[in-house]
């Protein structure tokens, strides 16, 4: 099994651009999780999908951010136009949708918008 | 409002030592608690998942505990090594909104 595959590692941009992060979950998992990390404010939800479904999505920030899952074993999210301040590090995991399955990490994508 | 809670945020001790990291969470109805560890540009690693029906796992030099009523976890590490150096986040799965919310983390640190 090759985990929770995330492209890109890292992505510079200047203010203003469209940066796309993309996430290819475990194969037979059907929840996906994007998360933000910064040194500020930890760990914090994004949205989360249950079969390809959008189930709360609360945690995006603003309307610059969305994110998509097309099918069962991909996701992006969409970051336009970017600001200094979503500089940070995002990761995508998933899981199976029981209490019993832990939640995988992919690496994460270092993103710094200047 | 579902919070997760780690203290301390950082934790150094000498080699060998056993130590144990705290996390508290503020709703007792969750499906499970999970403890990762995160090394420094990695992403997280699961290391022990407990279910809302049990009250402790175990992973060779780990073993973590879950008491609902009082909202607390503590992840136990055995004779620590400086392999064990890493940022330890705790999750809460809560019931509700089946949302997982993590912990801050705690920054841990073993001297050789």
């Known amino acids: 099994d090759a985990g929770v595959i995330q492209s890109p590692r890292h992505e510079v941009t200047e203010m203003g651009q469209e940066v796309t992060l993309r996430c290819k979950p475990i194969?037979?998992?059907?929840?996906l999780f994007w998360y933000r990390q910064t040194m500020m404010r930890g760990l914090e939800l994004l949205i989360y999908f249950n079969n390809n479904v959008p189930i709360d999505d609360s945690g995006m920030p603003e309307d610059r951010f969305s994110a998509k899952m097309p099918n069962a074993s991909f996701s992006t999210l969409k970051i336009q136009p970017s600001e200094p301040r979503d500089s940070a590090v995002y990761f995508c995991?998933?899981?199976?949708?029981?209490?019993?399955?832990?939640?995988?990490f992919g690496n994460g994508t270092r993103l710094t918008v200047t | 409002k579902q919070e997760v809670t780690q203290i301390p945020a950082a934790l150094s001790v000498p080699e060998g030592e056993n130590l144990v990291l705290n996390c508290s969470f503020t709703d007792s109805a969750i499906y499970n608690l999970q403890w990762f560890r995160q090394d420094p540009g990695k992403g997280l690693t699961s290391l022990l998942l407990i279910q809302s029906s049990q009250r402790e796992q175990t992973s060779g030099r780990l073993n973590a505990s879950l008491d609902k009523s009082s909202g607390r976890s503590t992840l136990y590490i055995a004779a620590s090594q400086p392999g064990d150096s890493a940022t330890y986040l705790c999750a809460v799965l809560y019931s509700s909104a089946s949302k997982i919310i993590f912990g801050s983390g705690t920054r841990l640190s073993i001297r050789p």
């Open positions: 194969s037979g998992h059907n929840s």
């Open positions: 995991a998933s899981t199976l949708a029981n209490p019993n399955s832990p939640l995988h």
